[in-house]
């Protein structure tokens, strides 16, 4: 206790499943929280011994990712990962001032999935992704929908929505002020759309301004069978942010993308 208020410590481990709920509130930052991270390396040998020094050593040759989860503390995951390429850093305004390749999404939710709306801006020189806008909420309407929309839109591009839903599409378009259009989808649109994402250089993240879509990209992970093989699917849950990143960037996935390695066509 500090004067009239606490101090609260949580001192842990990180356990190896990125998906635990301590590695999903480490990502969670909040302005009255400070994470700390430290290992066997940051203290004088004498006070662990020549002993753990040595243990160290020896798991870090014969298996580095045990290792960099036991002495580094590192959440390395169950190996189902399914996006490697997440950066989350802060996105300063100076930067989405000079983004000039702006894009939006929308997937629909309401009772109980939430309404998902993201911006973006990708770099096709770099091949590298910014995610800097987000609202993700439960029960909001179309109405309400539109109105944080236009609190926090950059620019005026149009915005790519879940062309299942084309009631919500002409709600928002009859309020009038921004443009919303139906993702062309298709049989194969959510597999390429994230083998996509996938081959980026870099997603860069913004926690603050976009916590549940750093969330999502973070955790999100291939599913295993019976047997503990992992499934060829991609879970379909705990991925609105996903999917309406995936809409929002259909148009520059149509293309016959030879940059990214693929000629398929959405």
């Known amino acids: 206790m500090v004067g009239n208020g606490y101090e609260v410590f949580y001192s842990y481990n990180p356990p190896k499943m990125i998906a635990s709920w301590v590695n999903a509130e480490v990502i969670n930052v909040r302005s009255d929280r400070l994470v700390h991270s430290s290992t066997y390396l940051d203290v004088p040998v004498k006070w662990l011994g020549e002993q753990f020094m040595i243990e160290a050593e020896i798991l ?10 036991e ?3 590192e959440p390395t995951g169950t ?22 390749n ?9 009772a109980v999935d939430p ?5 973006n801006h990708l770099d096709k020189t770099r091949k ?5 806008n ?14 944080e929309i236009l609190k926090i839109k950059v620019g005026k591009s149009p915005i790519t929505a879940d062309s299942a839903e084309p009631k919500s599409i002409d709600e928002l378009n009859g309020l009038g002020k921004i443009r919303v259009v139906g993702a062309k989808k298709g049989p194969d ?8 994402l996938q081959n980026l250089v870099e997603i860069i993240i913004d926690p603050v301004r976009c916590p549940n879509t750093a969330r999502e990209f973070s955790m999100y992970e291939y599913e295993k069978d019976k047997f503990g093989n992992f499934k060829s699917q991609y879970p379909d849950c705990n991925n609105h942010s996903i999917d309406q990143i995936r809409y929002s960037r259909e148009k520059d996935m149509s293309f016959r993308k030879i940059s990214f390695g693929y000629n398929k066509i959405i």
């Open 189 to 196: 649109s959510i597999d390429f759309g994230v083998r996509w």
């Open 134 to 147: 987000e609202i993700y909420k439960v029960g909001m309407s179309n109405k309400r929908l539109h109105e």
């Open 71 to 73: 002495y580094l503390g």
């Open 60 to 69: 870090k040759k014969e298996n580095e990712l045990a290792y960099r989860n």
């Open 128 to 132: 590298k992704l910014y995610v800097f």
């Open 79 to 100: 190996g189902g990962a399914v996006f490697t390429n997440i950066t989350l850093r802060e996105i300063t305004d100076e930067e989405i001032k000079g983004f000039d």
């Open 102 to 110: 702006i894009a939006d999404g929308v997937d629909f939710g309401y």
């Open 115 to 119: 309404v998902s709306y993201g911006q």
